[in-house]
């Protein structure tokens, strides 16, 4: 489910309304868009990435992931490698693995050809 507010900003009304949602049944998350993002506890997208990655014989310590919004958190804790652009938002920047340049830098396209190099 999408909420969104007319006023609060999405960093807002998480603080008011994830506490009153159980973390056991609910994730509640958000990105850029404004919303935040409700679903049923263990969906989110690092469970999305790892039921992908069982399905082809991929392991966690074989993944790279991005992200740069809260609702990447989960992502970037189940890949082996979680990478934050730089201009990620704090608690992404604190849980990632390696930091790269920002998105309008191609940090991306820049944390893949290091990676690549090391080939």
Known sequence: MLVRHPTLPASELYE??????????YS??????GYLEIALGGVHKGEALATLCAQL???AHEVVA???MPNDLPLLQWAGLGVAVANAHPMVLQ?????????AEDGVAHMLEQLMAKV
């Open 16 to 25: 008011h309304i994830a506490p009153l949602l159980n973390s056991k049944d």
């Open 28 to 33: 509640v998350t958000y990105s850029f868009s």
């Open 57 to 59: 014989g991929i392991a």
């Open 66 to 68: 991005f992200g740069d």
């Open 95 to 103: 849980a990632a693995d390696a930091v790269t340049l920002s998105n």
